[in-house]
């Protein structure tokens, strides 16, 4: 995943960041933490020495052995071990040690007697004698973790402490490392949306709550169900019913409801998750469930009173059916966190199937949710389309081979030819050095570092340079020595572009190095001069190796095998969202769908202001807002400078006289022309809608907003990154 790179890749520069001591890895439930970090610990200890990572865990649900066994299984001869292991041998250098905190710290916990732990604290001694270099990760850091906790974690003396958590306390002093909810939705491992009371009408009459809120879930469980059957997936999603505390009644109350719909304990549909009560659960010793968490587990509901504890994880979960009784109960995030696990770790290309939903008529605990998910927790209601739009017919496009895997080749190509026209470089290798030397790149038989010398009359002046003398500190290239420093450097520039250290390195060596055959090799180093060129120009590198992945090369050629083409029609349904709080509640009178709300969410800055630019034109006929994934949606096949088929989503298609025009909405300009657009691959996925524009008889473009004149502005021809350039004109006189 390439969320999932990129947090890893951070970590490892966090590492290096001697200005810091702790990072907090903020990682919603559900995006692979324990993949991440284990993949995080075995490429930092590949590359630094003598270091011991040390993982604590909370109490209860055994999380610590769970962790290693996840180790084990991702990372080939992980050095793992659990704190018996420890007690036994003691650390070594490249062990990862699971340790649950509380066996050290709980008061009455037998699991260390007082002789242990002084062996405990001995074995850390020893370690640190040894020149062995602890760093910490804490798991779950907000459960628990108190003075005595953190008292042991100082006994490690260490210089690095990672604390994950889903809900983390933040530390302005630390660096906070922070996974989106959008970041894990896009890669499918959650659901797109939370769901809040889906299609209430304005006014409800009923003589039970609880039944019409239990009524709404079985219903939306059983159109769930039958969308999976139709796509050949066993997957019985589960309804979670959280009660108040003090409530037999209320708990007496939903299971006559769930009984009159034989949905029974007798026949193991109905299970039962209190304090004094267990089920249809299968919990283990270590407290954790079992049989539930089956994708196609009997269980249609689960009946509990608060949220679920440590080592619940039921994907399938799909609903969650909030109760109160005559009161607001505090809304808890891990509550909701419980049902947004996609049960097969991937989006189904259904908005039903990839939304999870919340019944509730608690508001304060409704507006809790709204609070924690921001736009995550929407209003929610079917709209359909119109009965004009019905007709409407283009093609999409959609690959026939999906894969994640970047192909070397390409990505060597890619590279080669980018450095090529940056550079000016050609099959020369002398004149090529000369050129890199002139860009700034370091060619030297040595490792160069440097630091300062000189004298300050303040502290404050020791951040002028200018006021000191720069020395450059030269080391002679062992290659033995360096083995890790040239492995981290190659790390680091592979971590750009999500490419595999044996790769990378290859691909390093084919351009730069003596070593490999290449035909369009650039330089021609030998081994020690290779080592010293990664080493001195690791940032350099990087950088052009990201660049060189969103460049304007020459667009790949798709063959015929590669793509398949269907029929798009408007969806006939549309599952929409939209902020009820906000001022603005008018419905669309150009959009395709009745009930269109122009409080429409989630949307960008570009999205709305364009979405209220053709409610007020006179020339558009109509508005259809895009997906941006999904099998019911408009799409259009190319391949990256990877070689990887990629499927892009234009934003909008639009009616303009007549004629149907495709729109990508992108960042604006400041006001002194400078792009405010994020997205490196906008001028690609320009040529892509271009080319498919051309293909099928289309007009369209990218739309960015200017904020010096106060207009959007279309891009139709050639683009440019110059909002002064000829190539964009206003989007009303476009349209015309």
Excluded at 365 to 389: P, Q
Excluded at 659 to 684: L, Q, V, Y
Aim: hydrophobic content about 35%; overall charge negative.
């Amino acid at each position: 995943m390439n969320f999932q790179l990129k947090a890893i890749k951070n970590l490892l520069e966090c590492m290096e960041d001697n200005s810091m001591r702790e990072i907090i890895l903020k990682s919603p439930t559900g995006s692979g933490k324990t993949i991440m970090l284990t993949h995080f610990m075995d490429e930092y200890a590949k590359e630094h020495a003598k270091t011991v990572f040390v993982w604590l865990t909370p109490g209860k649900g055994d999380l610590e052995t769970q962790s290693k066994a996840k180790m084990d299984k991702y990372i080939h001869n992980a050095q793992t071990k659990l704190l018996a292991d420890v007690m036994t041998c003691g650390f070594e250098e490249n062990d990862s040690c699971f340790i649950n905190w509380e066996k050290l710290t709980k008061k009455g916990n037998n699991s260390l007697k007082d002789s242990e732990r002084t062996n405990f604290l001995e074995w850390i001694e020893k370690a640190l004698n040894n020149g062995l270099s602890f760093k910490i990760i804490i798991d779950e850091s907000h459960q628990n973790f108190t003075d005595k906790a953190d008292a042991i974690v100082q006994l490690f003396k260490t210089d690095k402490i990672i604390r994950c958590s889903a809900t983390p306390i933040v530390d302005k002093k630390a660096k906070l490392i922070e996974i989106t909810e959008e970041d894990v939705i896009a890669e499918g491992l959650i659901k797109k949306l939370l769901v809040i009371n889906e299609n209430f009408p304005q006014t409800i009459e009923t003589e039970n709550q609880t039944w019409y809120l239990l009524e709404c879930a079985l219903k939306k469980q059983r159109e769930i169900r039958s969308l999976f059957l139709q796509k050949g997936v066993d997957v019985n999603p589960l309804i979670v019913v959280q009660l108040p505390n003090n409530s037999d009644l209320l708990c007496e109350s939903v299971e006559q409801y769930f009984s009159e719909q034989g949905i029974t304990i007798e026949n193991e549909t109905l299970a039962v998750w209190l304090s004094s009560r267990h089920e249809n659960i299968d919990i283990n010793d270590n407290g954790i469930i079992k049989n539930i968490s089956e994708n196609n587990g009997k269980q249609v509901a689960v009946i509990m009173k608060q949220a679920v504890a440590t080592g619940w994880d039921c994907p399938r979960a799909h609903i969650l059916v909030k109760l109160r009784e005559n009161m607001d109960e505090t809304f808890e995030i891990q509550t909701i966190d419980r049902i947004r696990r996609m049960p097969e770790a991937k989006h189904y290309d259904n908005d039903v199937l990839d939304c999870c939903y919340l019944y509730t008529f608690d508001g304060k605990f409704t507006a809790g949710v709204k609070e924690a998910l921001c736009k995550g927790a929407l209003d929610g209601k079917n709209i359909f389309l119109k009965n004009e739009y019905k007709s409407f017919i283009l093609t999409k496009e959609q690959r026939t081979m999906v894969t994640d895997l970047r192909d070397p080749r390409k990505a060597l190509a890619s590279i080669a030819s980018y450095f090529k026209a940056t550079y000016g470089l050609s099959g020369n290798k002398k004149e090529n050095k000369t050129r890199l030397e002139t860009a700034g790149f370091v060619f030297s038989d040595s490792i160069n570092t440097y630091t300062q010398s000189g004298s300050v009359a303040t502290l404050s002046d020791l951040g002028d340079r200018d006021n000191l003398n720069t020395i450059t500190v030269k080391e002679t290239v062992n290659t033995h020595k360096l083995g890790r420093d040239r492995h981290h450097c190659i790390g680091v520039i592979g971590r750009e572009i999500g490419m595999e250290y044996k790769y990378m390195q290859t691909i390093i060596g084919k351009l730069f190095g003596d070593k490999f055959e290449y035909s369009n090799k650039l330089l021609a180093l030998s081994t020690r001069e290779l080592y010293a060129f990664i080493i001195n120009n690791v940032d350099i590198l990087r950088r052009g190796v990201r660049e060189a992945m969103a460049a304007q090369l020459a667009q790949g050629v798709i063959s015929p095998d590669m793509v398949s083409t269907k029929e798009f029609a408007l969806p006939r349904v549309c599952k929409f969202t939209y902020d009820s709080t906000s001022k603005v509640q008018s419905e669309s009178v150009k959009n395709v769908y009745q009930g269109y709300l122009m409080s429409a969410e989630p949307r960008s800055a570009s999205e709305k202001k364009f979405e209220k630019f053709c409610e007020k034109c006179s020339a558009v006929d109509w508005i259809y807002k895009n997906g941006d994934k999904g099998d019911e949606y408009l799409s259009v096949v190319y391949l990256d400078n990877g070689n990887r088929q990629k499927l892009f989503y234009p934003d909008y298609i639009v009616s303009v006289r007549g004629e149907t025009w495709i729109i990508e909405t992108k960042g604006g300009f400041d006001k002194a022309g400078n792009s405010e657009n994020i997205d490196i691959f906008t001028a690609k996925k320009f040529e892509v809608l271009k080319t498919y524009l051309e293909k099928y008889g289309l007009k369209g473009g990218i739309v960015r907003f200017d904020k010096n004149s106060d207009e959007l502005c279309i891009c139709t021809d050639n683009y440019s990154d110059d909002i002064h350039s000829d190539s964009w004109r206003l989007l009303d006189e476009g349209f015309l």
